[in-house]
């Protein structure tokens, strides 16, 4: 199928309802799974259509089979699931396998529910992450010499992009002060007090290069999102936002496997999503992208092709990504400043929708029509690319 | 040492077992692709190249250079709580894969390390079994 085909078979498929579960944030008296459901319930009232309606059940967690455990904890009996687990960019690649389902007639409504506790668990005996097998690459050649989380490899990929291209912590802290100015815009976001670059640089070390401000948070929170076929989506309740163009991408697990610590998977995925879309970078009215980390903001852009390698440090300088600059990106306030519960993927995909909506209010983006979106998972390891456009 | 060793230890898996054995000597041995004619790093039974199977072991020079590294002002496991700031890197060998493992011998600050850097390796005998290739400036 050549890109223009591919374009005719997913413009048939639309998100029709997006929504974040009751409260997000510090929530220790919620468990990961009402998480998922009060999402999911709040994208179906959204879209207008019953949980009756969905005959697709996509997640990326919890535990070992995901699907099972939520189809089963809603009370439905889907007749097709999907599990992808690939880190915080599953939701947006669950965007495209719910596509080709829909499109290709095996479904008709699809389902896509996150939920996780990622700051009250670490108070909540028994939870967390299963312990790896031994003989994994990871637990031989990673964990003897110490991993702490997330941190420690982007971290490491960061130093490289800083010792090959000269990118500055000051460039990097551009991207916190930004999103920052977007959370203070978004009443839901949990951190709303303005700060300054230097603020960000005289954070405290969590793992060098990263200060503390350029770290994403932790919290607990859970979104869904309800995608259908547009001749569906017609008659429902809100403005469909299609599917334009969509990429996945994959090249390792872990750091020392990969191929090039200075870019990611979206320079794959990237020019797949907007060859499909038939639309080019310049035509993008807002941008929404992971950012576990001011760097992994700063690299995606480079790899999505906004700017040449090398090139995000200075692309970002001056505010430009800030509420009011030429770039508005991660206009929820982000990962950085919103929320991030562990896989924050999902809360690209809310956005975007509300973007295109013009559902925003204070922090709306004068006459989106095209956004965006990309979600990275693992250590910079997978992403998944989308196109999404309004009428 | 075994006593008080209070960190993760590798348990050696059966296609590792031959790296292990030659870090318990102090030498650093990787399988080598005889069809793309080039070590790898992590072991398995076959190239992840080219998914070769015809593969041989061959022992490293033991140089390389700090690809990068990250220096750690927090710890996720007790063992680590007296090493704080510590420094994970990925060395690149002189023979070209890159591992993941510590650099030893430096303050922790990073404005004495810096990518690139030469560095050898320094086994540390954490147990009975295992010995640890860590690296040092050269």
New interface residues.
């Given amino acids: 199928m050549d890109d223009q085909e591919k374009a005719g078979f997913f413009r048939q498929v639309a998100i029709v309802g997006a929504d974040e579960c009751d409260e997000i944030g510090i929530v220790p008296h919620k468990g990961i799974l009402q998480l998922h459901a009060e999402a999911a319930r709040n994208a179906l009232d959204d879209a207008g259509l019953a949980l009756s309606d969905v005959d697709g059940m996509f997640t990326a967690g919890p535990g070992w089979s995901p699907t099972l455990q939520m189809a089963e904890y809603l009370g439905i009996k889907p007749k097709y699931t999907d599990s992808t687990s690939v880190g915080g960019s599953s939701f947006v690649i669950h965007v495209e396998h719910a596509a080709a389902a829909i499109a290709t007639g095996l479904i008709d409504v699809a389902l896509i529910t996150h939920g996780e506790s990622g700051h009250s668990n670490r108070f909540r005996p028994g939870s967390g992450r299963p312990s790896m097998d031994p003989w994994f690459p990871m637990s031989q050649f990673e964990l003897p010499y110490h991993v702490g989380g997330a941190p420690t490899h982007y971290a490491m990929a960061c130093m490289r992009h800083m010792h090959q291209y000269g990118t500055t912590h000051e460039q990097l802290a551009e991207i916190a002060v930004a999103t920052r100015k977007w959370a203070m815009l978004n009443p839901k976001a949990m951190m709303r007090d303005p700060i300054t670059i230097e603020d960000v640089l005289s954070s405290r070390w969590i793992t060098y290069p990263f200060h503390i401000l350029d770290c994403c948070l932790v919290t607990d929170a859970g979104g869904a999102v309800v995608v259908t076929s547009a001749k569906r989506a017609k008659d429902l309740k809100k403005k469909p936002v299609y599917v334009l163009g969509s990429g996945e991408a994959t090249t390792h697990q872990s750091l020392p496997s990969m191929p090039d610590l200075t870019t990611t998977p979206a320079a794959l995925s990237g020019p797949r999503a907007f060859a499909m879309a038939g639309v080019s970078h310049k035509e993008i009215d807002v941008v929404e992208v992971y950012d576990s980390f001011t760097y992994t903001a700063l690299v995606t852009l480079e790899a999505l092709g906004f700017c040449k390698p090398g090139e995000g440090g200075a692309f970002v300088s001056g505010q430009r990504t800030a509420p009011g600059g030429d770039f508005p990106m991660n206009t929820n306030g982000g990962g950085l400043s919103y929320t991030h519960p562990g896989m924050y993927g999902m809360f690209i995909l809310i956005e975007a929708v509300r973007q295109l909506r013009g559902e925003c209010g204070e922090r709306q983006v004068k006459n989106a029509r095209l956004a965006c979106v990309n979600g990275t998972g693992g250590t910079l390891s997978s992403t998944g690319t989308l196109i999404l456009g309004v009428d | 040492m075994t006593t008080e060793y209070n960190?993760?230890?590798?348990?050696?898996?059966?296609e590792?077992k031959r790296y292990w054995e030659g870090c318990k000597k102090h030498e650093l041995w990787l399988p080598h692709c005889k069809i793309c004619e080039k070590p790898y790093?992590?072991p398995r039974d076959f190239c992840?190249t080219c998914f070769s199977w015809d593969i041989e072991w061959r022992q490293m020079s033991g140089r390389g250079t700090i690809?990068?590294?990250?220096?750690?002002?927090?710890?996720?496991?007790p063992?680590?709580a007296e090493e704080v700031?510590?420094v994970?890197?990925?060395v690149q060998l002189e023979e070209g894969p890159?591992?993941?493992?510590?650099i030893v011998g430096v303050d922790g600050d990073?404005r004495n390390l810096?990518?690139?850097m030469a560095v050898e390796v320094a086994f540390e005998d954490?147990s009975d079994e295992?010995s640890?290739p860590?690296f040092r400036p050269v």
Avoid: E, M, Q
């Fill in positions: 960190k993760p230890l590798p348990t050696p898996s059966p590792a790093f992590y992840p690809y990068t590294f990250g220096v750690h002002y927090r710890h996720f496991h063992g680590w700031p510590y994970t890197a990925l890159r591992i993941y493992t510590n990073p810096r990518c690139d954490v295992i640890l860590k």
